[in-house]
């Protein structure tokens, strides 16, 4: 017999690592699976210096939350542990956020902590504490197929998916992972933190990229590629030269405000080039994608990508931003690259962002993986 979380043990004798971030989820997550009788450890996860964010709300893994962990565990009655990875996530994570800006490129880096530091060195915590899983306050919904393979879906409550995020996670990894809330509302996570009486009930969530202060990132790729601001040309599609900028840092693709110059009718970033240092800007039609090619592809599916996607591709519904809902497109196979073509195109796709698939449009269906966007060509540029 399989017990809640699949594992053919009792619940006391399986022990769980849950990552325990300090908010009302991760919490949760913690409090059900002790409630379920589970050996349950907490880890805390200190990924920077966090003396200035200690008092900003609306960031994640600061001084605050590391305490709230500790409460947490301290009123569940379970061991918890804060371990400081603070130079293995400014590897990891914060130099590429800051490499990729600089090569034109609008990074996704809740993504890359989940693929190395989360997923890769937690996990690796987990297996050397004995765990037979390792427990996350994610919304997304995992589940045994016939096959004995961990399958991901998107979660019952839509406005809470956060598979664009985990959709690099791999096979073995998904096969040690658990979701508790995946089949939940955010309502009732809150309902249940406020029965166990976690402090944390009513804590706002998230919403900031954790390590940077004030949403100001330019600030962060300042300091650690000065070149990166250096001045260039703000140029029209029509090759006038409108301006001069301080830095193509400051700028993402399909951004409207603050752009800087003056014109008659509204311009959006087209195209950030890094060699030249130019911004280009134009109307918004211009930034219409239709063709996308794919770098660093987790493929998920139960049929490998190749023979799904052989012939005229593979119909899937894909996103390609973390606040749209998926879309129709089609996958497929050029030589070992990856293409996806959207069926209705997209405004303001740029490098950098991620391209998750979707077996279907229906509301809880099957995540097939994704790749990140290496290039995305507007039409205009594409004739």
Wanted: with cysteine; glycine share 10%.
């Amino acid at each position: 017999m399989l017990n809640s979380l699949d594992i053919a043990k009792r619940p006391e004798d399986t022990r769980v690592v849950v990552a325990m971030s300090g908010g009302v989820d991760s919490s949760v997550v913690a409090g059900l699976l002790a409630r379920q009788g589970y050996d349950v450890v907490g880890v805390t996860l200190q990924l920077y210096d966090h003396g200035e964010a200690t008092h900003r709300k609306g960031a994640c893994c600061a001084g605050q939350d590391i305490h709230d962990a500790r409460r947490v565990a301290a009123t569940l009655g379970i061991p918890h542990y804060v371990l400081d990875y603070e130079e293995r996530f400014k590897k990891s994570v914060i130099a590429p956020f800051a490499n990729a800006y600089q090569q034109g490129e609008t990074p996704v880096p809740c993504i890359a902590c989940n693929q190395s530091v989360k997923f890769v060195d937690l996990m690796t915590v987990a297996q050397d504490l004995g765990a037979d899983a390792l427990a996350t306050g994610h919304y997304v919904q995992s589940k045994l197929g016939a096959d004995g393979r961990r399958q991901l879906f998107r979660p019952v409550d839509a406005e809470r998916d956060q598979t664009y995020f985990l959709f690099a996670t791999t096979q073995e990894q998904l096969d040690y992972l658990r979701f508790p809330l995946g089949g939940m509302g955010k309502a009732e996570v809150r309902e249940l933190a406020r029965e166990m009486g976690l402090e944390i009930a009513d804590k706002h969530d998230s919403q900031d990229i954790c390590f940077v202060p004030q949403g100001k990132y330019a600030d962060i790729i300042r300091k650690m590629h000065p070149e990166a601001v250096a001045q260039g040309e703000i140029v029209h599609l029509d090759g006038r030269v409108l301006g001069t900028h301080e830095g193509i840092v400051n700028y993402t693709v399909g951004q409207r405000k603050g752009l800087g110059v003056a014109a008659a009718e509204p311009l959006y970033v087209i195209k950030l080039e890094h060699k030249t240092g130019r911004v280009i800007v134009g109307p918004r039609e211009a930034l219409k994608t239709h063709t996308v090619r794919l770098r660093d592809v987790n493929w998920l599916g139960g049929r490998p990508l190749a023979e799904l996607s052989a012939g005229n591709g593979a119909p899937v519904e894909v996103k390609v931003r973390s606040t749209r809902g998926p879309q129709p497109a089609v996958v497929q196979m050029r030589g070992s690259d990856v293409y996806v073509t959207l069926v209705s195109g997209e405004y303001g796709i740029s490098p950098g962002q991620a391209c998750v698939f979707y077996a279907d449009d229906t509301a809880t269906s099957e995540v097939w993986g994704g790749g990140f966007i290496a290039e995305a060509v507007p039409a205009v540029f594409a004739a």
